[in-house]
Every structure is written in structure tokens, then in C-alpha cells.
């Protein structure tokens, strides 16, 4: 997986993925009508007013932008038929040759992370055929539970070319009430890390970096920096840029001389970005792109060129 | 809600809730047969086999064991069919009177926290009505991102009457990898555990206990004993009994004098209890509601008769 994203970011120049986080306050109101009068106010509607919004927006994007990212639980907040939405979404980036990274946070025990690792990354036989559940090419995880949590996914990653994002300083503002405490003079933040590091041993890629990541905020840009140098071999998924504060400059620190090393997310900054620009709600997509294209900018001028070698 | 499940348990005069994890394997053959043929070998078929298999065992546990706590990863395995499997059993279980416990064990940053909380145990105003995504009790939760991840699930607890269980210390053999370390000589389980009293203090109900609980595994007696006396206000959710190989005198020490304070788990123990008694698998439920009385007893002579007062 992780080789497949390092091309696609190589051959876009973008180092940046789409959070498609698709409130229904974030649809423009001509989807939304359009839906609602087709199937009433309903949870089937919202669902499905999501999805063209996101068709519309991976459209937009999928030649400037190498991968998207859905937050589960934006879809979960519509019920079965937003997950539908999910599943629907996920297929849709990936025939448009876009990558994605499934945003759920998953951790359970060993035997439930098998179910998850079929879920989000596996495929199951059913009639004589593989089927996917999901489809995703990357989950997120949280490694609260340890090695056992995460072991069962990475054989499904091994097996099928899939990876995971495991987080380890997370962007939010109250992050370090467990992850900045100490263990042996270590912050929790940096243990995490290194277990990826280990982790990710047996998935290595052919750039240096292996398909076990990390999340680490942008909006904790010293961290960042620290983590680069001491996770060499970890790839970093890097919110907070955009809507929650986060600026270039601050997610800089977590790329190598090669300006590989991350890949950062926006999403209310690229779904909404209709609503800063002020431009007519029907150009949604176009203003995403517009955002995108800028971001791309914004990044590169910190990074430069990225180069393969 | 933690005072309507203090009351079931004490009306059954049973604290176990009955995990519903129903990989399509554990599905008796007739079930599987049925679905199959009216369906074909697909997701949906699974998803409606596993929603059979969980009406049978709710049907047969409804008036001698006060919860269920569905875990998710088992419904999303299935896509977004086996997701409305989940939607439909935890629908099916309140109409039978048990409390609901999702076992998600979700976590995220502040706003996206508010989705998981609105798609777990809130609901949506659309067309005028509140429309519930999935509408359980109870959600399970992991605390890695601290406060600012868990505070907006508090504003739905109270609104609603729903409750959370945070993970504090896990089941799993790996659980110490993280959980065990030392921060200013406490183990993280213990801080994240004072963190649960904290944010409790918002939710406390009428019999000593809030509505912020945590998940504390029977595979480690002396942690739950420890955790019983150090977190008065704090509910327990115990896995580990059964098939991960804790007994009743493990869970013993997360009850308190009057027989409150916890809730223990088993799934596969009872959901699969027809292949271990080796009874028809057309009476799997008769065999789960025997094993679910047989826990019971098994408990209840661990900790006597549970009083409310």
C-alpha cells in the first residue's frame, strides 16, 4: 500500500488527502432538495444527498489529488443507509483511481481485529468469490490494546497490499492528557511510535517507509518534527492543517529531504471551500479544487519537488 | 442510564450482558441454508442469517439477562448490509426490553466525536421527528485522545439518559504493553481510570454509580480489584469470562458489597453454547439461555443475592 501511495503522490505532486467528512450542513442545498423530494426527508435520503456530494468532489479531485479519506462516522451519524454511502464512496474514489484511507479508528482485541481487518482491508468468500466488505486500501487504529490489536491486520496488509495509520499524537487540543505523559522519561506518544516502527518491520516498502503509519497532528509541529527523525521508517498521516490551525509550515517538519515522508489532510477546508470562496453552491467541486490546488502550493513551497530517489 | 441498567440487573438478579459477536461461522446451518437460498451466497444473505441468529438468542434471553452489547466489528464484516443487521438487532432487543450497549469502542477529535455520539445514541431532526441512526443505550469508547474526545459524548449522555464505557484496562494478553506503563508511578489504566471518575461527575445516578463506565477485563483479577476500590463511581464492563478464560471468581472483585458495580461479558460462551452442549442447533437458543442461567448462578455464588439498597 504504502509503495502505491508514495507513486501516486510522486506522480500528482500532492502530498495532501481530501477528509471527506460529509455533514449533511456541508451539502449544498440543490443536492439536498434533489433528494429529498426523490425519497422524503429521510436518513435514505441524507445518505444518499452525501453521496452525490462526494461523487462530485472525487470528480474534482481524483487527477490533482492522490487519495481521500472518509471519516466513518460521518456516515454512521446517517444510519445503515450512511454507511451504504460509505461503502458506495469508497468503490467510486477507487475506479477513479484515487487511494483510500478508511478513517476509523478501530482497536478491539485480537480475535475482534480480525473482523475489523475483514471489514475495512479484507475480502470474504462467499459463493466461490472474494468479496469486500468495505474496500479500502488503508485503515486508521488506535494501539491502546497493544501488539495483539494490531497483528491481525497486518497479515491481511501482507496478504492483500493494504496498510494502517496507528495514532500517535493526535491533533486535538486536550492530545496530551495521556499521550505527552512520561513512561521511563519517554512521552506515551513516543512509545506508540516506536511500536509502529516495530510494527511496521515486516511491511516494509521499497521508498524506506513501511505500510504501518502513524497519525501525528500538524497542529503539534515540534512533535512532528521529533517523530520524523525518530521514526525514519514510518509513514505520517498528518490532520489539523486548514480548519482545525494547522499551517504549512507546521506540517513541514514531518517530511524528508525527498519531501516524502507524509501526506496531510483537509477536509472541511476542501469540502466547504464553496463557502469561504463565496462562489455559486453548483461550482462545490470546482472551489474544492481550487482549494486543493492551492494547498498543493502552499505544501510544495515548503517541501519543493518530491522525488522518488 | 446507568440507573436503568442497576435496576435490570437487580430485577434478573443477573449482571452479565450477553455479547452479540455473530460471525456468519457461529450461524446454525438451517439459519445459513434458509438465507442462502432465498438470497444467493451474498452479504445480504449473511447479514440476514445473522440478524435470524440474533432475534432467536434475544428472544431466548430477553427476561433472564438485563443487556446485550452487540459488538460492531462482527456486523461491519458483512459491509453495510451486516451494518443494518446491527441497526435492526439493537431495534429488536429495546422492543424486548434489554438495555443496548454498542461496542464500538470509538474515538476521535471533538467534532467528530459529536457524529459517533448523534449516530450512536442521539438522533436527528429530519421532517420534523427525531430519527435515532442506531439507537443504543450505551457506547463503548477508547480515551486515548483524552477529554476533548470524550466530553461531547457527556452532553448526549445527559441530554438522552445514555451512558459510555471507556476502555481502562483491557482483556487481551497485550493489554499491558501501554496500559501497565508507569506515569508518575501509576499505570496508564489507573490514569485513564481517575479520568473516567472526572468526566462521571457530570452523570452520576441514584445508586452510587455514573453513567461513564469503563471496561476493565476479568483476565486480570488483582487490576479489577485494585480499580474496584480506587473508582467508587465507576460501573464496570467486564469482558474476559468464558472462552478468553476468566471465571467468576476473577470477575468477583469488580462488585461491590451490595453485588453492583459491574456487568460481565460473554459471547461466544453463550451464543455458541449449542456446539459445546452438543445439543440440536435448532434449540442454539435454548442452549444460550441454559448457559446464560448457568453463568448466572455461577456469579451469583460469587457475590450473593444484589441488592439496590
Not at 449544498?28 to 433528494?35: H, V
Not at 487511494?99 to 479484507?122: Q, W
Not at 494502517?164 to 521511563?184: H, P
Not at 480548519?243 to 489532510?265: E, K, M
Request: proline share 4%; net charge neutral.
Amino acid at each position: 500500500m504504502i509503495d502505491r501511495l508514495i507513486e501516486r503522490i510522486a506522480e500528482t505532486q500532492n502530498p495532501t488527502v481530501a477528509g471527506l467528512d460529509p455533514k449533511l450542513d456541508y451539502v449544498p442545498d440543490f443536492i439536498k432538495a434533489e433528494m429529498f423530494e426523490k425519497y422524503g426527508e429521510t436518513l435514505k435520503a441524507a445518505a444518499k444527498a452525501l453521496l452525490a456530494f462526494n461523487k462530485g468532489l472525487i470528480d474534482a479531485l481524483c487527477d490533482v489529488v492522490p487519495a481521500v479519506k472518509p471519516q466513518c462516522a460521518y456516515y454512521e451519524m446517517y444510519g445503515y443507509h450512511g454507511v451504504k454511502t460509505l461503502y458506495k464512496t469508497i468503490a467510486y474514489a477507487k475506479k477513479k483511481g484515487m487511494l483510500v484511507i478508511t478513517d476509523g479508528k478501530r482497536n478491539d482485541i485480537g480475535t475482534t481485529m480480525e473482523a475489523y481487518a475483514m471489514a475495512h482491508l479484507g475480502a470474504l468468500s462467499l459463493g466461490g468469490e472474494a468479496v469486500e466488505p468495505f474496500g479500502g486500501d488503508a485503515l486508521t487504529v488506535n494501539g491502546y490494546l497493544g501488539s495483539d490489536g494490531i497483528t491481525p491486520l497486518l497479515k491481511i496488509c501482507k496478504e492483500r497490499d493494504k496498510g494502517i495509520f496507528v495514532l500517535v499524537k493526535t491533533s486535538n487540543l486536550s492530545s496530551g492528557e495521556l499521550q505527552d505523559r512520561l513512561v521511563d522519561g519517554k512521552p506515551v506518544y513516543q512509545l506508540m511510535g516506536e511500536m509502529c516502527e516495530a510494527w511496521g518491520s515486516e511491511l516494509a516498502g521499497k521508498y524506506g517507509y513501511s505500510s504501518v503509519g502513524a497519525v501525528v497532528g500538524a497542529t503539534y509541529p515540534k512533535q512532528l518534527e521529533e517523530l520524523r527523525v525518530k521514526l525514519p521508517h514510518t509513514f505520517f498521516l498528518v490532520p489539523g492543517y486548514g480548519a482545525q490551525g494547522g499551517g504549512a509550515a507546521d506540517a513541514a517538519g514531518a517530511f524528508d529531504s525527498r519531501g516524502l515522508g507524509a501526506i496531510v489532510n483537509s477536509s472541511r477546508g476542501i469540502i466547504c471551500a464553496y463557502r469561504k470562496e463565496g462562489c455559486p453552491e453548483t461550482d462545490y467541486a470546482g472551489a474544492a479544487r481550487r482549494e486543493a490546488l492551492r494547498m498543493k502550493e502552499d505544501l510544495l513551497s515548503q517541501i519543493g519537488t518530491i522525488r522518488l530517489d
